[in-house]
């Protein structure tokens, strides 16, 4: 019997003008269990480059993390491969 594999999603981070630094890092310390330089790193790491995979992971864990963000008005997007 063949088993079905997973795919791994990739929860990816977009640049926007809304959202300040201090609202991106304490969203991605809550919603992505990211600790303070990891968020302050992604949020930079957004700003310059326009986005930064933030989270990956199997869609119930990853689907509800991306809700959350987009909860709290931040613009990121699904992928299933790495960009």
Not at 33 to 41: M, P, S, T
Not at 46 to 57: D, I, L, M, Q
């Amino acid at each position: 019997m063949k088993t079905k594999r997973r795919k791994r999603l990739h929860l990816y981070l977009l640049n926007d003008d809304e959202n300040t630094f201090e609202h991106v890092t304490s969203t991605l310390m809550n919603s992505c269990e990211h600790n303070y330089f990891q968020a302050c790193q992604c949020a930079h790491l957004v700003h310059t480059t326009g986005r930064a995979e933030v989270k990956s992971g199997f869609v119930p864990e990853i689907f509800a993390i991306y809700l959350q963000l987009t909860q709290f008005g931040l613009n990121v997007e699904l992928r299933k491969r790495k960009l």
